[in-house]
């Protein structure tokens, strides 16, 4: 489904989801204060334009409010992030991405009402530790703050030779396997609880990043 997308700030970080938006086929509008950074988006993204997003007139004849998201991407002027959030959020765009750039503004964009806060330097330090440290976490996205997905491998016997309803696994582990990788050809998606778990699969689960963690350590 195309839906449409407004990136205020251009940085590298909105500037990343610009470019992959747009190779992904959306609609964007691009917004920066800094000619230079929208003239760089110019043939790439929908439209784009010079634009103090912390002037409210501006994001009206924007037509901000008629965006199905939003990502606030501005970073070290605090100040005016918190601001454009807010208006944006007040303006009722549903969907109001937020970039903080330390624990204290993630906080406050959480507060006003920022449907997600992204901390990109924390959240991918997150990501990298966890890879890492797990020799079973083969990949992992944060869905919200309490909410991932994640490919686990199995690796451990107890595992092998049992279906998910042998294992009980939703309710032993809190998790729901969306898909188990049985080979790079080879994915059953939605498996039902005669699927069976084998040496060498990965499962991928969706639940909370705590239950995913423990299903990691089982692995063990
Ligand atoms: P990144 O860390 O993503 O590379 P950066 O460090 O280059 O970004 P930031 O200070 O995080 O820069 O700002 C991101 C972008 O937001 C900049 O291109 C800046 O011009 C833009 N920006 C800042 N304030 C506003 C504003 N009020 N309206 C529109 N754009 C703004
Ligand atoms: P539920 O109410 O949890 O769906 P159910 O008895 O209606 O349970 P069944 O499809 O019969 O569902 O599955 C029996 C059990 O097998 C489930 O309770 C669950 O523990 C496990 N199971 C089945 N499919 C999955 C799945 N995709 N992910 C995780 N566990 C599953
Ligand atoms: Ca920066």
């Known amino acids: 489904m195309k839906q449409n997308f407004a990136i205020i700030g251009l940085g ?38 010079v634009a103090n997003a912390q002037d409210e007139s501006t994001l009206r004849s924007l037509g901000i409010r008629n965006f199905d998201h939003v990502v606030v991407a501005i970073g070290e002027d605090i100040q005016a992030s918190i601001l454009v959030t807010l208006m944006v959020k007040e303006m009722g765009v549903p969907n109001v991405l937020a970039k903080a750039v330390n624990e204290y503004h993630a906080r406050v964009l959480d507060k006003i009402g920022a449907d997600l806060v992204v901390h990109p330097e924390r959240d991918m330090g997150i990501r990298v530790a966890h890879k890492m440290i ?23 016997p107890k595992f092998y030779g049992k279906t998910l309803g042998q294992l009980n696994f939703r309710q032993r582990f ?3 396997v969306v898909a188990i990788r049985r080979s790079k050809s080879d994915v059953i998606t939605s498996p039902a609880a005669e699927e069976m778990v084998r040496e060498n699969d990965s499962l991928l689960v969706v639940g909370e990043t705590a239950d995913v963690d423990i299903l990691d350590e089982k692995m063990n």
Do not use: K, P, W
């Open 12 to 49: 590298r970080f909105g500037g990343s989801i610009c470019q992959t938006l747009i190779e992904s086929g959306q609609e964007v509008l691009a917004i920066d204060s800094n000619e230079d950074r929208v003239n760089e988006y110019m043939n790439i993204a929908t439209h784009a334009v």
């Open 134 to 156: 797990s020799r079973n976490i083969l990949d992992y996205i944060e869905l919200s703050n309490e909410v991932s997905i994640a490919e686990v491998r199995v690796s451990n």
């Open 174 to 176: 809190g998790l729901t």
